[in-house]
């Protein structure tokens, strides 16, 4: 057998291989914010400041990351925290399985592991409970440290 037909259906195979998972560097036209809304959800359901991510678009697999942890508090009522890298399965109005994203609920921190888009709000699951909040609450992207109610001075990565 000659090299060459070898040696093309190898580079054909790696090509295929690593087309279907996607960088922030492949479709650096697109941040992780618009990514998320061509999937019909906001750009405020994630915090300001991603410094990359990856997508599998055949599967949904993707994560995201920060500089380091990411943690605000929205409108007083609840605290949110971001790990430095978070993870999931996105498909079109639905995140599921989602790792690293916590709210503070009373005393307890405790996973969000779903956010579904249903019309006009979005409902996210920790498992045992759900809420769901109108979808204008998240037009815009919270800030590390003061959420939406920021100034200059007070951004907060850990």
């Given at each position: ?6 040696l ?28 998320l ?12 400041g ?6 599998n678009?055949?599967?949904g697999?993707?994560?995201?990351h ?7 508090n ?8 971001y790990?430095?890298?978070?993870s ?13 994203v ?12 779903e ?20 979808i ?8 590390c ?14």
């Amino acid at each position: 057998m000659s090299p060459i037909p070898f040696l093309s259906a190898i580079l054909i195979f790696f090509t295929s291989a690593t087309t279907s998972f996607a960088s922030a560097d492949d479709y650096n036209i697109l941040s992780a914010y618009q990514v998320l809304q061509q999937y019909g959800f906001p750009q405020g359901l994630l915090p300001k400041g991603v410094t990359g991510y990856e997508l599998n678009r055949d599967t949904g697999e993707f994560s995201a990351h920060w500089n380091g942890t990411c943690k605000f508090n929205l409108e007083g009522s609840y605290s949110l925290e971001y790990k430095s890298t978070i993870s999931g399965i996105i498909s079109k109005e639905r995140l599921k399985n989602l790792k690293g994203v916590s709210v503070k609920v009373l005393f307890f921190w405790l996973n969000i592991v779903e956010v579904v888009r249903d019309g006009d709000e979005l409902q996210f699951s920790v498992g045992i409970a759900s809420a769901n909040f109108p979808i204008d609450n998240f037009e815009e992207s919270p800030q590390c440290g003061c959420g939406l109610n920021c100034n200059s001075n007070s951004v907060e990565v850990q």
